[in-house]
């Protein structure tokens, strides 16, 4: 599960939880028919909120994965990447990083100026557009808000990673998630990994005992700099405070966690989901070298974690934003009896995956509407809800310097990034991270 560098810039946990844990399922795969949604009609209508690179791209590959299904709403702080989208989303042809081929259903799209919509409060107005299904995929931030809102509407929801920043987010995720799981509605996250053949094969194998016991091993995310992926835009004249940050959002603890919990998340993702659990401790530390400049927030470009988990093994988890390093994006799983990465197990049942390859940007989507289809909704709420949290509790530990328990974390820490009022106005940055004097909150 390593991509090796380029040379650029008490009980064993290895089974209980893989059948909750694999989007595979048999609560994922099954086919159905003949379930009415908005339209009256087997037509699944979706609506996007938060209209920049990822969200255009998540409802491509919504669109690409199943028929049947129309984008009929688009929501957004700014009315510019409304616009955007709606141009780009109904003119065939272009294709997306995530995406396998060049988008060709421009005739899914049926949004019309009425059912676009902008400012904070653009999410509520998409929920009750008459949509099926929601796409979450703002910055980070507004993810626990935008989901209980869309549950407590009734609608199936797929969100993107992570899902929260903060503590306070992630025990409103995991409220949501139960309340969608009494309701019948369906939660697909976008850890796609979790819906990717290379993994699942091997984790199935992980969790049947093939590599033995799990004692150690290695998470990483680290390449260059997210500037150079169009990351950043110059302040204009006329920006205020909020609005500046929020086109910004990356560089912004309270928007996107840190690169840790934005990008990383993926990685642990994987830990959390070979383990069986989620970790009991982290110890990290981490800083900002490089990217120092005011206009990139507040965030650090480096983490080092150590994570423990509840049978003693340790993981060591690593995060890095700098150009001109070497590269290495990939998990390590060590077993008592061999070693599990990607697509591969080495050891006395050694494995190799030689099966498809299909799109997992679109997959997961595909198994989403599945389990909406069938009846039997996939809902991913929890894991990727923990996932996220093994995040944040590595970027409490580096701001403070401190190491961190997961209970105390996830049950009493009220450390909560939320601004005082959501209006586009000012907005001081919050002061850089610096272990040993940033409070433990």
């Not at 396998?100 to 998409?126: L, M, Q, R």
């Not at 700099?225 to 835009?233: L, M, N, P």
């Not at 070298?289 to 990139?296: Q, T």
Request: proline share 5%; charged share 20%.
């Amino acid at each position: 599960m390593v991509r090796q560098a380029t040379g650029r810039s008490g009980e064993s946990i290895s089974r209980r939880r893989f059948m909750q844990g694999s989007a595979l399922s048999a609560a994922a795969m099954g086919l159905g028919g003949g379930r009415l949604f908005a339209a009256g009609s087997d037509t699944i209508r979706v609506g996007l909120i938060g209209c920049g690179s990822r969200g255009m791209g998540a409802v491509r590959n919504c669109a690409d994965s199943a028929p049947n299904v129309e984008i009929v709403a688009l929501g957004d702080l700014f009315q510019d990447r409304v616009a955007t989208c709606l141009k780009t989303i109904k003119t065939n042809g272009e294709k997306d990083w995530s995406s396998s081929a060049p988008w060709t259903h421009a005739d899914k799209v049926k949004v019309t100026p009425e059912t676009c919509f902008t400012g904070f409060e653009a999410y509520k107005k998409v929920i009750n557009s008459g949509v099926d299904l929601v796409i979450l995929a703002t910055s980070p931030h507004f993810r626990p808000m935008h989901l209980k809102a869309a549950i407590e509407a009734g609608k199936h929801v797929f969100m993107e990673k992570p899902v929260a920043v903060d503590p306070v987010g992630i025990r409103s995720v995991l409220a949501s998630s139960e309340l969608a799981r009494q309701k019948g509605l369906a939660i697909g996250a976008g850890t796609q990994r979790r819906h990717d053949p290379k993994y699942v094969e091997v984790m199935k194998r992980v969790h049947n005992g093939e590599i033995g016991e799990l004692v150690a091993g290695q998470c990483y995310w680290v390449q260059g700099w997210v500037r150079q992926w169009g990351f950043y835009t110059e302040r204009k004249p006329q920006w205020t405070d909020m609005e500046t940050q929020c086109r910004n959002w990356y560089y912004y603890t309270w928007l996107s966690g840190d690169h840790i919990v934005e990008q990383h998340v993926h990685n642990l993702d994987v830990i959390n989901w070979a383990m069986g659990t989620h970790p009991v401790m982290a110890m990290g530390m981490g800083g900002r070298e490089v990217r120092v400049e005011p206009e990139f927030g507040n965030i650090y470009d480096h983490f080092a974690v150590e994570y423990e988990y509840p049978n003693g093994a340790r993981i060591l988890s690593m995060a890095r934003q700098i150009a001109g390093c070497t590269d290495r994006i990939g998990e390590r799983i060590v077993g008592a009896k061999g070693i599990a990465t990607e697509g591969t197990i080495e050891g006395a049942r050694a494995y190799k995956y030689q099966g498809p390859t299909p799109n997992p940007y679109e997959q997961e989507h595909a198994d989403l509407i599945r389990s909406i289809r069938s009846g039997r909704p996939l809902n991913e709420g929890k894991a990727v809800a923990e996932s996220t949290m093994t995040a944040i509790l590595g970027r409490m530990s580096a701001y403070t310097g401190r190491a961190m328990k997961w209970d105390w974390a996830i049950k009493s820490s009220q450390l909560d990034l939320t601004p005082p009022r959501y209006e586009l106005g000012d907005l001081p940055v919050a002061p850089v991270a610096i272990p040993g004097v940033t409070p433990l909150v």
